[in-house]
């Protein structure tokens, strides 16, 4: 069964630092989302992305988060320089379109992302 | 601002009986909402959806009741098992070209045998 990846598992770094998050959607599927999960609470939305563009961010994406789309399959999230209020579980999504039908989010397993 | 929430964090029940979790949401432009099960280490896992036009679905050992006048979904799960042991949020999808998720606070489900 088609799944949407995501690598690594557990990303450690220190504050300041660079990190990108990568995804690999669904093959077929158009709409991508980037969540995040801070331990113990509920998932929130950061960014939405559909024909090589955001098409929704919240107001947690701020000017340090960037998105793409590089090439045909991957899907990346990167932080500028990280804050320890960026510690959480990130969540890669993916959508196969806005029929009905087909507007299921189908996650990955999530990145760890600890900031020391 | 809106948001969706869930009534109960925790919910103990015994090994065969049925499961009710509930959620209340508030953005009475969603249209589209969802169940998703989450384990331990994993991320969330779709369980049954429904829209708006609709009041009850059924899937194989759930079943997802919206209520829209007092803006309430609940998740029925019969003979629960050891496996349906996870949290449980809900997601409400407003309309709109993005679709994103508004998920609620998660309802911690354990069974107990």
């Excluded at chain 1, 701020?62 to 998105?67: A, I, P, R, Y």
Aim: hydrophobic residues 35%; proline residues 4%; aromatic residues 10%.
């Amino acid at each position: 069964e088609p799944e949407v990846t995501q690598t690594p598992s557990h990303q450690v770094t220190q504050m300041g630092q660079e990190v990108i998050l990568r995804c690999v959607p669904i093959s077929n599927h158009l709409y991508f989302y980037w969540y995040r999960q801070i331990l113990g609470q509920k998932v929130e939305f950061l960014v939405s992305f559909y024909n090589n563009e955001i098409s929704e961010k919240s107001e947690i994406f701020d000017d340090q988060f960037s998105v793409e789309r590089p090439d045909g399959s991957n899907f990346t999230l990167k932080i500028r320089s990280t804050k320890l209020e960026d510690s959480a579980m990130y969540f890669c999504a993916s959508r196969e379109s806005g029929r009905a039908g087909k507007n299921i989010q189908y996650f990955g397993a999530g990145t760890r992302l600890s900031v020391l | 601002g809106e948001s969706v929430g869930l009534h109960l964090p925790t919910l103990s029940v015994q090994e065969g009986d049925n499961s009710i979790i509930n959620c209340a949401y508030s953005n009475s432009a969603s249209d589209y909402f969802i169940w998703y099960k989450q384990e331990s280490g994993k991320g969330p896992q779709f369980i049954i959806d429904i829209r708006s036009n609709m009041d009850k679905r059924q899937g194989q050992r759930v079943t997802v009741l919206l209520n829209k006048t007092v803006k309430h979904l609940s998740l029925q799960i019969a003979a629960t098992q050891p496996g349906d042991s996870a949290v449980y949020f809900c997601a409400e999808m407003p309309e709109g070209s993005a679709r994103q998720l508004t998920f609620g606070s998660g309802t911690q489900l354990t069974v107990l045998p």
